[in-house]
């Protein structure tokens, strides 16, 4: 079974930088792609970033700029960047990765969800 755990967020004043990281463990022969997701208070959980297997990237347009997704495959690791915090970044995060275990069977897994905290 493939877990994932997360760095711990935290709180940060506006305009401030806080990086994440997730740490993926268990039978995994290779990692599809990495996503970081995020959902605030009364709010549906939606995308932040997501790379590729490919290298390619996407991001949300509220966080394009600001943020830089990135990924150790060796490592199984992932990492999200965040830079010019603003309060409206104030959320629990999740990791995702999909990817295919050594039985070949393919996986979709989360973190534990991380809270980040952006004051003004």
């Known amino acids: 079974q493939v877990q994932l755990v997360e760095s711990e967020g935290g709180l940060v004043q506006a305009g401030g930088s806080l990086g994440l990281s997730c740490a993926a463990s268990?039978?995994?022969?290779?990692?599809?792609?990495m996503g970081w997701y995020r959902q605030a208070d009364g709010k549906q959980r939606e995308l932040v970033a997501i790379?590729?297997?490919?290298?390619?990237?996407n991001y949300a347009d509220s966080v394009k700029g600001r943020c830089t997704i990135s990924r150790d495959n060796a490592m199984n690791m992932g990492y999200l960047q965040m830079n010019s915090l603003k309060p409206e970044d104030t959320a629990v995060y999740y990791c995702?990765?999909?990817?295919?275990?050594?039985?070949?069977?393919?996986?979709?897994?989360w973190g534990q969800g991380t809270r980040v905290t952006v004051s003004s």
């Open positions: 790379i590729r297997s490919d290298g390619s990237t």
């Open positions: 995702n990765f999909l990817g295919r275990a050594w039985s070949l069977r393919y996986f979709d897994v």
């Open positions: 268990g039978s995994i022969r290779n990692i599809d792609a």
